[in-house]
């Protein structure tokens, strides 16, 4: 597709439970980010990943939050043990490398609810 | 570390009134991105800002970059309902790649 396309866009799960969420960012874009938003709040970083590696986790939340790439291409983000205070709208966005800051293109994000 | 913060918070405006959200850095930024997230939607894109005293303009929109890199403003002339959203801005960070730091962000309600 055309855009950052992010799976689910909806998902619901009980406290303790692990989720895993899916980006699949735009072809040729080798930078990819993820996001936390939690309601009516500003975008909390994550990780970054510069091809396949990750050369900046510093905005993990805690040792239950995890994320991988492979392929260059498509990053899955889990979260063990799911606590409420992890409900929020996780974005994943994607830039092309090149000269100078490049503008980051974001999906639609997962709305993750813990009950 | 790195800070962005940007002024106002909040801002509801009536229709057809001008509205400007300020963005400041506690370090200077070589360059200075705006976004804008409409509700219940995503960041989407709409300039960046390279050059010290900088001025752009989208039709209303109108972004200046400060002349010592550290602030930057989105003004916005006779908003419109389209224009309700949250503004950010986003300053490269200092740490040699492609990653942001995003402000806290600015929300716009414009009152019919």
């Known amino acids: 597709g055309a855009g950052v396309s992010q799976s689910p866009s909806n998902k619901v799960t009980e406290k303790g439970k692990d989720v895993e969420l899916r980006c699949d960012p735009i072809?040729?874009?080798?930078?990819l980010y993820w996001y936390r938003q939690s309601l009516g709040q500003g975008l909390e970083f994550l990780i970054y990943?510069?091809?396949?590696?990750?050369?900046?986790k510093s905005g993990l939340p805690s040792d239950r939050f995890s994320a991988e790439r492979t392929g260059g291409s498509v990053s899955t983000l889990t979260i063990q043990r799911t606590q409420q205070e992890d409900s929020a709208v996780y974005l994943c966005?994607?830039?092309?490398?090149?000269?100078?800051?490049?503008?980051?293109?974001f999906g639609d994000g997962t709305r993750l609810s813990i009950l | 570390g790195q800070q962005v913060m940007q002024i106002p918070q909040y801002q509801h405006v009536q229709e057809g009134e001008d509205f400007t959200t300020y963005c400041n850095s506690s370090?200077?930024?070589?360059?200075i991105q705006w976004y804008k997230q409409r509700p219940g939607g995503h960041p989407v894109f709409l300039i960046q800002?390279?050059?010290?005293?900088e001025v752009k303009k989208q039709k209303r929109l109108t972004f200046q970059f400060g002349e010592a890199k550290k602030n930057s403003s989105l003004h916005i002339t006779a908003t419109q309902t389209t224009d309700v959203g949250t503004y950010f801005c986003?300053?490269?960070?200092?740490?040699?790649?492609?990653?942001?730091?995003f402000g806290t962000g600015t929300k716009l309600q414009v009152i019919p």
């Open positions: 986003a300053g490269p960070f200092s740490g040699g790649y492609q990653k942001v730091t």
């Open positions: 800002l390279v050059k010290s005293g």
């Open positions: 370090t200077t930024l070589s360059n």
């Open positions: 990943f510069q091809g396949n590696s990750a050369p900046d």
């Open positions: 966005a994607s830039t092309f490398v090149g000269t100078g800051l490049q503008p980051q293109h």
């Open positions: 072809s040729g874009h080798t930078a």
